[in-house]
């Protein structure tokens, strides 16, 4: 029997043997389309392919797509563990042609793989194809598929479109006959929702486009998008009609059992079912980046882990369950998804966590519930003011409700839940409009009611898709703004970050068909993101679908800036007391400002102490971690809370730095601990350096410091040695001797200089904060090509020279940026110099980057550059030299 990971590898080799280049899978949370909460189809990450915006290196594709459909339109929650086929989780195996092949090809792919290589008999397979396909019809029939087994569907259900224009076509469809002692009749037959005739694989010719006006042209690019589920396929293979008698589910299944040693297969298994299902959905949601919340993908995120602890309550379950089963899901999956091995530490702690407060929860809930229900006649439904009580009071989604009910016979009266939820929002509106808020901030209020929060993308990405819900001009909504018009830009999702805890909100821009914004600030009303911008090219329109890029070089300095007050608070609690605590912070890309409690100046010393202690955590280049907690666990952990900050009833904890038998609190070894919304570096080693300009008095027992991070800090020191090597010659000119002082403070700022570049030269050699660079071969030389933020181009040399002693035979290429020059090196190692010239390689590199020239000796060669953007392009360039 073939085991579900041997079929998804099976699939996709047999289609890298047919050309297709095998594309991992893309995460759950589109950065493509606004309009999806979870990506659910494989061709999510390809739209752009198929749509001409986007070319990359093949034109034949396979993958295997997690896809998650359980909020939103496309919503398979309620029916998870009661029918044999729905998942809230789900593998789609996909092949994709972009302008490559069509439905000659296509279809006897599709035949091959299903009938040869998987095996399956040709006489239980039935297909549809769109009524007017004859094309598609005529190779089915060549293929040995009789008549009578080539059904013409004339509905939507063979014809696929991505939206009401745009590209779209006609589908064929594959059904497998599981027989007829299952109830159900083929494709367009009146039972045809029955389950004898199963849909195992759909291949959508993408050949036309449609207009607002309903007409339709053929695309001059003719594409191909399938889909069959993982599931779906292996549960027929293994011989089965229900997908949760697959290996996998069988094996995650027996895991919960373990758990709450109760009988899988018996009268509980549909819980065990559910868990099993919800298990696989939550973690790889996490490990993707979603984290529960009270709004967007993380509120989905939280419905779905609550469902299935509501079941582990009905096994008996009386501790946390699900944290116990991830190492059973990582057995199964990691081996095909990294990630989840990656991530299984903070999967385990979020779903343990989860539980563990859901429990308190539910026991209230649950009592609330029993007694609401002991009051009404049987089969009567639920009155709408109980289940909102339910929702309100105690957090309990108005889904789980429905679906403890059901057991029971039961449904709620939504229409009275949504009178009260109505109601609730009243109250709100009128509290809102009375808080002495600005006047048109009442106009934010409308947005967030009508579209909701803002759902922030951007603690792991910089660039994303978002769709515009709200255009606001002089206080006042409006359809469309042309260009040169100052404007307010609300959006569903997106990564630039809000004004918030002393962090200052991102700047960059937002792109659609038909316009260009610059951002040049965003803050946050009613958990609407604002952007504050100026249309600089055509019009943007309410509903439009945007690509939004924030300021990748602010953003980076700004998050240096903030991971470095982290560390600056801790230090100064070192090196001052407990008595230290934030009063007030700014972190902007040029500098940070840092207000605490402490009364009098620091001394020098105390200075110089804060400056070691932070440089120090910064060269230990420790990851960054963030977790979501409780704030009264947060602080039992011994978490630093933000002076003047709201919290709600959960909050984000991050910890950076270790300092071994430090002792400090519940949180262990870690350095420093602090509850914090804002945006982080991954690595302390991304701060570069950090230096102090000084402290002062900001009001009657509070101090101020101000300091520099990377690039800035460096700047300074060089500045601060030219003026004190100025003063030095002043006094030397005047024949007077030069003060021991500023002999000691020239040495100070030397040292310390050549630390940094120090510290450069090893962020270098670990990857700067990424994983470190590994060589590839290229046309049988080790090559290695490495691209480097805040480098100077005479930081290069040193740098390859340890390239070459950790490579030891090759080639190396780096290409650095610093201060907006642009530097190309490269080396070779001397058994290979004879026949590869690092000159060479540097003038072809630097040819890519917009510059000429560029000189050295056939082992080591220098040039310049004006920009960085085409870096990519300049290590192929390189390779080519190599002949690859």
């Known amino acids: 029997m073939q085991s579900l990971n041997d079929i998804r590898s099976t699939f996709l080799n047999y289609f890298e043997k047919q050309g297709h280049a095998i594309v991992p899978s893309s995460p759950l949370v589109p950065r493509n389309d606004p309009t999806l909460m979870f990506v659910n189809s494989g061709m999510v990450q390809f739209k752009n392919l198929f749509t001409g915006l986007e070319k990359r290196d093949y034109q034949r594709a396979t993958s295997s797509q997690k896809c998650v459909r359980a909020g939103g339109k496309h919503n398979d929650l309620d029916n998870v563990g009661y029918t044999a086929r729905h998942h809230t989780f789900f593998e789609m195996l996909g092949n994709f042609s972009f302008g490559d092949y069509f439905k000659t090809e296509a279809i006897p792919f599709a035949w091959n793989l299903i009938t040869q290589e998987f095996g399956i008999p040709k006489d239980r397979l039935t297909v549809t194809v769109y009524h007017t396909d004859d094309e598609a019809y005529n190779i089915w029939k060549k293929l040995g598929v009789p008549e009578e087994r080539i059904i013409r569907i004339a509905t939507s259900d063979n014809f696929w479109q991505m939206g009401p224009t745009g590209p779209c076509g006609p589908c064929t469809e594959i059904f497998y006959d599981h027989g007829d002692h299952i109830w159900g009749g083929p494709p367009g037959s009146p039972e045809e929702d029955g389950d004898r005739f199963i849909e195992i694989w759909n291949i959508v010719f993408m050949q036309n486009e449609q207009f607002e006006d309903g007409s339709m042209i053929d695309l001059s690019m003719q594409s191909i998008d399938t889909g069959m589920g993982l599931e779906r396929i292996g549960a027929l293979l293994q011989g089965s009609h229900d997908n949760y008698d697959t290996d996998l589910f069988k094996s995650l299944i027996e895991a919960s059992a373990d758990a709450t040693n109760v009988d899988p297969y018996g009268e509980q298994n549909v819980h065990h079912r559910v868990i099993a299902d919800h298990l696989r959905s939550t973690s790889f949601l996490i490990a993707d980046g979603v984290m529960p919340s009270n709004d967007g993908r993380g509120y989905v995120l939280r419905r779905i882990m609550r469902r299935a602890m509501r079941h582990a309550h009905l096994l008996g379950a009386k501790d946390p369950v699900m944290h116990r089963l991830v190492p059973a899901l990582v057995r199964q999956m990691g081996a095909a998804y990294p990630e989840l091995g990656q991530a299984q530490a903070l999967i385990t702690e979020t779903l343990e966590a989860e539980e563990t407060r859901f429990k308190q929860t539910l026991d209230r809930g649950l009592k609330l519930l029993e007694d609401e229900v002991s009051n009404l006649a049987d089969g009567v439904d639920l009155p709408g003011d109980a289940a909102f009580k339910l929702y309100d009071t105690f957090g309990f989604p108005l889904d789980l409700t429905q679906d403890a009910l059901r057991e029971q016979g039961r449904g709620v009266d939504t229409d009275g839940f949504d009178a009260a939820m109505a109601e609730q929002k009243a109250k709100a509106r009128a509290a809102w409009s009375g808080s002495g808020e600005a006047a048109d901030a009442t106009v934010w209020f409308d947005v967030a009611e009508a579209s909701g929060p803002t759902d922030f993308l951007g603690y792991d990405t910089e660039t994303a898709e978002g769709q515009i819900v709200g255009l606001v001009v002089d206080g006042a909504l409006a359809d469309k703004v042309s260009e040169g018009t100052e404007v307010h830009i609300a959006l569903n999702q997106s990564p630039f970050y809000a004004e918030s805890g002393g962090q200052v909100g991102d700047k960059g821009v937002i792109r659609t068909e038909n316009g260009t914004a610059e951002v040049t600030d965003t803050r946050k009303t009613a958990g609407v993101f604002i952007h504050i911008a100026k249309i600089t090219k055509g019009s943007l329109s309410n509903g439009e679908a945007a690509v939004l890029e924030v300021n990748h070089t602010r953003r980076s300095a700004i998050r240096a800036n903030h991971s470095a ?48 202690d932070v440089n120090a955590y910064i060269r230990q280049n420790g990851a960054v971690e963030t977790r979501i907690m409780t704030p009264d666990d947060a602080r039992a952990l011994g978490a630093q809370a933000l002076f003047g900050e709201k919290y709600g009833d959960e909050v984000r904890v991050v910890s950076m730095g270790r300092a071994a038998g430090s002792g400090k609190g519940a949180g ?78 020239l040495d100070e700022r030397k040292a310390l200089t050549n630390e940094v570049a120090q510290l450069r030269r090893e962020l270098a050699m670990s990857g700067g904060g990424q994983a470190a660079p590994e060589a590839e071969i290229v046309n049988g030389t080790a090559f290695l090509a490495q691209v480097l933020n805040g480098v100077t181009g005479k930081d290069l040399p040193s740098i390859i ?19 907006g020059k642009v530097a190309v090196a490269a080396g070779v190692s001397d058994d290979k110099s004879s026949a590869i010239s690092a000159v060479d390689l540097v003038k072809a590199a630097v040819a890519e980057l917009g510059g000429k020239g560029g000189g050295g000796r056939p082992d080591m060669a220098q040039g310049g550059a004006k920009e960085i953007s085409n870096a990519d392009g300049a290590i192929t360039a390189a390779k080519a030299v190599l002949g690859g």
Not at 572 to 600: C, E, I, W
Not at 802 to 814: M, N
Request: aromatic letters at 4%; one cysteine or more.
């Open 801 to 819: 020279d340890e390239h070459k002693q950790r490579l030891g035979s090759g080639a190396i290429l780096l290409i650095a940026e610093s201060d």
């Open 668 to 745: 262990g070894d870690t350095y420093s601990l602090e509850l914090c919304g804002g945006t982080h570096v991954r690595q302390t080693g991304d701060i570069g350096a950090f230096v102090v300009l000084g402290d002062s008095a900001s009001s009657a027992g509070v101090r101020r410091i101000e300091a520099l991070t990377g690039q800035a800090a460096m700047d300074y020191l060089r500045a601060q040695e030219v003026l004190l090597n100025q003063v030095a010659n002043d006094l030397k000119t005047q024949n007077q001797d030069v003060p021991a002082r500023v002999k000691t403070l």
């Open 565 to 612: 007050t982290h560390l600056l608070h801790e230090a100064l609690r070192d090196a001052l007391g407990d008595h230290v605590a934030q009063r007030g912070s700014l972190n902007a890309p040029d500098r940070l400002r840092f207000d605490f409690s402490h009364g009098k100046a620091l001394s020098l010393t105390d200075i110089a102490q804060v400056e070691t």
